[in-house]
């Protein structure tokens, strides 16, 4: 659909808990119900994403490929048609370690995983909460980057950050790496500090920050404890009709 390769998108912010995993799991599944043929990949060592997809992290994953320990029979189906999963878990606690001393230690996720880039439409990266290794890999493997964020005072620092390693590893490592966007997590209109967030973050990003809000909604963390993806736990509440919305912008993008 997008010629032979799939898009490949990491889902990244250094801050812990700004919705990487559930903005990675809910654009995936709502690409999948389209049609589109969806890779999750789990480079978490808390391994959320699998379990926020029924998949079971006691299986070999993405770690043990990359170790050669398995191959590609390690990818799980999940409940949603379409939307396959590659789980993390507690091995990937290690593995920033191990690869400091591996040769071309930055590109061992862009060499696991070429063999299947044909496989899929998109193959989307749920990175740790840091820029260690494990992301530097996802950094040079990835063609986009989305970035989750929290509407609070301090986001602005962290994405300072964060946008200056992204462009260093394009300089230096991965030539064809875009920002595909910005996405608000978390959002209450009601609340000023949220929307002065926004306002300034809009003012100066402008056109990287997607449209769509992903608003704060009790079904949407109710979801991820029942193994599914918003759109298959309550497709008519306002967190799955917010993803459908960011989804369907992240298609406009990537074509």
Known sequence: MFGMSAHKIIFLNQKGGVGKTTTAVNVGSALAKEGYKVLLVDLDSQGNLSSSVSV???????????????????????PVNNLYCLSGGINMAGLAIELVDENRREFFLKEALAPIANDYDFIFADC????????????CWAD?????MQCEYF?????????????????????????????????????????????????????????????????????????????????SCSGSKAYNALAKEVLDRVN
């Open 56 to 78: 079971d992290t006691s299986k070999p994953g993405i770690y043990e490929i990359l170790a050669e320990e398995a191959d590609f029979s390690a990818i799980q189906s999940t």
């Open 155 to 235: 986001a602005m620092e962290g994405l300072n950050l964060l946008l200056r390693t992204i462009s260093s590893i394009k300089k230096q490592l991965n030539p064809s790496l875009e920002v595909l966007g910005i996405v608000f997590t978390m959002y209450s209109s009601r609340s000023n500090l949220n929307n002065e967030v926004v306002d300034d973050i809009t003012a100066y990003f402008k056109d990287l920050v997607f449209d769509t809000k992903i608003p704060r909604n009790v079904r949407l963390s109710e979801a991820p404890s029942h193994g599914l993806p918003i759109n298959a736990y309550d497709n």
């Open 144 to 148: 986009s980057v989305i970035i989750p």
């Open 128 to 139: 740790p909460p840091a820029l260690d290794l494990v992301t530097m890999n996802a950094l």
